[in-house]
């Protein structure tokens, strides 16, 4: 009887040692899943051999933290020079499994994609959307049918303030949605080259031609700016972006509303931080969005689509 308490601490210790190690194949499990479309796309064209000897995680941008429940692998693979990039990490539940949140991008589709293990809407905060971001938008009246913004989350190696900020889609991506905001965008046949406008701006000696351009008043056009206008139009569509001057003025119109709604939004970041009991992210900080810039800034600093990579 004396051996009783000795005993039964050891098996306390050997069920929660097991439960652990359960536990931790899991999130194991869990992380490799959230990474594989990436690493597939590398293996995809090598023999088993050359796979067997591969370890992906020698290389420094690459980490494996399954202590911390964080996963990142950023890799090239054969077609045309493409890379891939997909992190994870864990936020651990009350009732001991996981929320993972995943951040996946892959250059020659230009797709970004930022999902879960379990819907969106159950992880992230109660009533997210662009009107947290926007507090004053009425999306009724949006005259666009594609998404503007995506949710660009940093997902941290240790601890669960997590930051999210609205970033403008890259020009000329065009993916149709019924919401100003996704959660994921890839090109598309709808996709638009729109670089001569970023060349434009950079260009123009007048300021307000870019304003003149979407407003359709093109007599109060500078000279030297027309002439490099009409530089970038070709009639026949073949080797310039825009086919007239009312098309580039139809494509700035549409820019120059991203532009106003840019300008609208009152708290770009946010950090968010994790409740274990209720299983999803609260609001933790509004983060004010103080940045002011003209319309001509604004074409010049975001990011545009490049085209078919192949």
């Known amino acids: 009887m004396k051996y009783q308490p000795t005993l039964l601490i050891f098996c306390f210790l050997f069920c929660h040692l ?3 190690c359960q536990t931790n194949d899991t999130l194991k499990e869990l992380l490799w899943e959230s990474v594989s479309p990436c690493y597939e796309a590398l ?9 067997e000897k591969l370890n992906v995680f020698e290389l420094e941008e690459n980490i494996y933290d ?3 429940g964080y996963i ?3 890799l090239s693979y054969p077609t045309c020079g493409c890379y891939c990039s997909n992190i994870a990490g864990a936020y651990k539940q009350q009732n001991k499994d996981y929320t993972l949140l995943i951040n996946e991008a892959w250059s020659c589709s230009s ?3 930022l999902h879960s293990n379990r819907p969106m809407d159950l992880v992230l905060p109660k009533g997210f959307g662009i009107n ?3 507090p004053s938008l009425t999306t009724e009246k949006l005259p666009l049918d594609q998404a503007i913004f995506f949710l660009n989350l940093h997902i941290p190696r240790k ?3 997590t930051k999210v900020t609205l970033e403008p889609i890259p020009f000329g991506i065009n993916f149709f949605s019924n919401s100003p905001l996704t959660y994921k965008y890839s090109e598309s046949d709808k996709s638009q080259n729109l670089n001569d406008i970023h060349y434009l701006a950079s260009k123009i000696k007048d300021k307000k031609t870019l304003d003149y351009l979407a407003e359709s008043t093109h007599d109060s056009i500078d000279q030297n700016d027309l002439e490099l206008i009409n530089s970038l139009i070709d009639p026949n569509h073949t080797s310039k972006a825009f086919q007239s001057l009312d098309k580039l003025s139809a494509q700035l119109r549409q820019l120059k509303f991203i532009f106003y709604l840019y300008h609208a939004i009152e708290y770009r970041s946010l950090i968010l931080d994790w409740d274990q009991e209720a299983q999803r992210f609260y609001i933790k900080t509004q983060i004010p969005n103080t940045e002011k810039m003209d319309f001509r800034y604004f074409l010049l600093r975001n990011d545009y689509w490049q085209g078919p990579s192949c």
């Open 18 to 20: 097991n439960m652990y």
């Open 43 to 51: 293996t995809s064209e090598l023999d088993p051999h050359e796979i």
């Open 66 to 68: 399954v202590k911390n």
């Open 72 to 74: 990142q692998l950023n």
């Open 111 to 113: 797709e970004r994609q």
């Open 132 to 134: 947290t971001f926007i």
């Open 159 to 161: 601890g669960t303030e």
